[in-house]
């Protein structure tokens, strides 16, 4: 199974009592205070002085982007703490990519998305669409499982083929808060979250057709309608949808995709709200997804040749993924006053998929590669509920920004796995589409379920130019893994903690401070067949922000030392596992986004990534592999008159391991892209509302491999795309 990756999770932290004391005793503070407060509801009290709660937080937090001159540089963000704060105040690294940078750069993922973002690799797999790899801070395990849609977990499984996609045609922005996030999310990643926000109803009307043609016979049309129901402005509705069918890079394999996403707003009264929202996606072709080995990709070493980027592996016969998600949730919110709100927010999601792939596992000889077959046939449903009190009071010369908060989350997969080796590809003379089976098909049911959890405070204090965050989650998760004719589980409870501190000058410098943990559940078992403990992150992290007077940009800094304990070793001599393993990661981060005038807006970035495995029977002492060292990236948008802007980009990904064993290095590559834009409406009146955009990836197509899982799987780079886009707007 091609895309399987064992999760890397983690188990209860021990230890750090001094500071877990001393941040339960604060929570415990607040929480004396709020209760009361919230019994009392206070309308005559004083002004709260930042984070003043409303009807509509969420949709709040997106439409107050927009600062100074271009939207490419925002000022809050509501993912990294569930209230609408001020970056500049946040003690975290956080990066934006805006619904500007979305239409700018044109990405066809939000893996793609993040391609100029500080922090994160993006390229795992390749020029391979099928999911959405993002690995942090040089963590890849569970990298598809480390998003947030609209403040809910998407809850895709990293041990099926079940990882659920989001296009992000249908996102108003995507925020990345790296670090360990649990006490926000329960169960993360160590490296960060990716925070998606979804578009939402407008009360202005606003309408949008988009038609797209490109390389690899790409087709594709969008629309985007919303505006106000009624009169009274009490109601709105928007929808987006989308269609799209191209032919992949690799020969013999498509790309085709259907989705819809329908919301209606409504505000119920002055102090409550409603939104209901759908999202619907077909994926009746999901592309190829499978690697060729190092020694005819990254060397000649096997014969002297290599294999070309567009080479298939596999079999017309036995090529399918086919994916179908239905999603449908609410966001309920109400004012008891101006310093009190609660709000509940809730999805259901639902997912079919069915897989047929062959793909090779080795050199059979001098020609020809071994190859098998996998099958699956997967449904999943998951259910997530997050219910929030927010509210504000002060304390004497402390200003509160109290948040109480409750969720649950489940997970449930079944379906049946397939595997059958299979007849060898000639690779200077491939036959598809009669490969025979070589052994009796060996089926497998799976039966996999999540359960979490959890409640959680946190506390945002204000005094004069200091920013405290004291925040503490107790969460209860058990997983139960059924396959192969055994069951693996494990229950237990965590408690994950945040805290940081930030200094405000009045010259625009805002240093800052924290440490915060998460937790994840592990995919390995024990002697005895039971799950091992979750795996446990913490992390120390300082950083400099700089937002100069008078001027539209955000300059930041951040050093971080990040290690995850509890993971998974194989026992010495032996074939199961022990959770005795750590993985320590330290490096800096490097952001710019500035307008440098009305016309020219920069965003840069660098990423120094030290990581290696610390504790570990085989690996101690090597780099973990996908995981490159240096990135750097500028991204640059110059609008040259009224009716033309040009844009584009250059992203450095440096050398990185292409094995555990750290014995080949998958080289460094450098890609450049480019756009253009027209406002027709600008040449003739009769066109106004017209727009027509061109965008070109990899411009120079250089060939490249992006990275390797091993010497046996390692993946070409996306070739050259060319893409021509005509909208128009009314």
């Known amino acids: 199974m091609t895309h399987l990756s064992p999760s890397c999770h983690k188990h209860p932290t021990r230890g750090r009592s001094s500071l877990r004391q001393i941040t339960a005793s604060s929570l415990t503070c607040a929480l004396s205070v709020a209760l009361p407060l919230t019994a009392m509801g206070q309308d005559g009290s004083a002004e709260p002085k930042t984070n003043t709660p409303t009807v509509s937080t969420l949709l709040d937090a997106i439409t107050v982007q927009s600062s100074g001159l271009a939207s490419n540089i925002p000022r809050t963000s509501f993912a990294s703490t569930k209230t609408d704060t001020l970056i500049a105040e946040t003690p975290q690294s956080v990066s934006v990519v805006t619904r500007k940078q979305l239409d700018e750069q044109q990405p066809q993922s939000v893996s793609e998305a993040l391609n100029y973002t500080p ?42 083929y079940s990882s659920m996609q989001i296009d992000p045609f249908f996102l108003e922005r995507i925020d990345v808060f790296r670090g360990p996030s649990s006490v926000l999310f329960g169960r993360t990643a160590p490296g960060g979250v990716v925070g998606l926000t979804s578009k939402r109803p407008l009360f202005e009307p606003h309408r949008k057709l988009e038609f797209r043609l490109g390389t690899n016979n790409r087709m594709e049309g969008g629309f985007d309608l919303t505006g106000p129901v009624n009169d009274e402005g009490t109601a709105a509705w928007r929808v987006v949808g989308m269609g ?152 004497g010369a402390l200003s509160h920004t109290l948040l109480i908060g409750a969720d ?31 052994a009796p098909n060996y089926q497998t049911d799976v039966d996999r379920t999540l359960r979490q959890q959890g409640i959680y405070v946190q506390d945002q204090i204000s005094y004069e130019n200091w920013r405290f965050l004291l925040s503490g989650r107790w969460d209860q998760a058990d997983v139960s893994n059924s396959s192969y004719g055994t ?27 924290s440490y915060s943990e998460s937790f994840n559940p592990n995919a390995y078992s024990d002697q005895q067949g039971n799950l091992l403990p979750p795996t446990t992150s913490r992390q120390y992290e300082v950083g400099l922000r700089y937002e100069p007077a008078n001027s ?68 101690e002492g090597k780099t973990p592999y996908q995981a490159p060292r240096h990135m750097a990236s500028l991204w640059a948008a110059y609008q040259v008159t009224p009716g033309l802007s040009v844009n584009g980009g250059v992203r450095y990904v440096g050398t990185s391991w292409a094995d555990k064993e750290n014995t080949l290095k998958v080289p460094s590559y450098t890609l450049v892209d480019l756009g253009m834009k027209m406002d027709l409406g600008h040449y003739s009146p009769t066109l106004e509302g017209a727009t027509l955009q061109v965008n070109a990836h990899n411009v120079f197509d250089k060939e490249y491999v992006a990275s390797c899982v091993s010497l046996l799987y390692c993946y070409y780079g996306a070739e050259r795309s060319v893409m021509a886009t005509l909208s128009y707007n009314w």
Request: hydrophobic share 35%; aromatic share 12%; proline share 2%.
């Open 552 to 619: 539209d940009a955000m300059y930041s800094a951040s050093l971080f030392d990040l290690t995850q304990d509890d993971v998974a070793t194989r026992a010495i001599g032996q074939s199961y596992h022990e959770a005795s393993g750590a993985i320590r990661s330290r490096g800096l981060e490097l952001e710019a986004m500035t307008a440098v005038n009305k016309d020219l807006t920069l965003h840069a970035s660098y990423t120094l990534t030290d990581i290696e495995y610390t504790r570990d029977t085989d690996y």
């Open 408 to 438: 649950y989350q489940r997970r449930h997969v079944t379906g049946t796995w397939d595997y059958m080796p299979v007849s060898n590809l000639d690779v200077y003379a491939p036959v598809y589409g009669n490969a025979t089976f070589l």
């Open 119 to 160: 922090g994160v690799f993006t390229n795992l797999v390749g020029a391979t669409n099928r999911y959405d790899y993002v690995a942090l801070r040089g963590f890849v395990e569970g990298s598809t499982d480390n998003t947030v849609l609209d403040g809910l977990k998407v809850l895709s499984d990293t041990g099926t």
């Open 244 to 395: 799209r069918s191209l032919d992949s890079q690799l020969d013999h394999a498509k790309e085709s995709r259907y989705a819809i996403m329908p919301s209606l707003q409504l505000n119920l009264s002055d102090k409550t709200s409603l939104l209901l929202q759908g999202y619907f996606q077909r994926d009746p072709n999901g592309g190829y997804h499978s690697g060729i080995p190092a020694d005819a990709s990254i060397t000649t070493d096997h014969d002297g040749n290599k294999l070309s980027r567009h080479f298939f592996d596999g079999d017309t016969t036995y090529d399918r993924f086919k994916r179908e998600q239905n999603m449908l949730g609410y966001l309920l919110e109400h004012a008891f006053n101006d310093r009190w709100i609660v709000r509940q927010n809730a999805r259901y999601t639902q997912s079919n998929l069915e897989l047929q792939q062959v793909y090779q596992t080795g050199w059979a000889n001098q020609r020809e590669l071994s190859r098998a077959y996998s099958g699956a046939d997967e449904s999943s449903r998951s259910f997530a509920i997050d219910n929030v009190l927010q509210g504000q009071f002060d304390t």
């Open 487 to 513: 069951t693996s589980e494990w229950d237990g409870s965590h408690f994950s903690m945040r805290a940081g501190i930030v200094y405000l000058f009045d010259n625009g410098l805002s240093p800052y401070a």
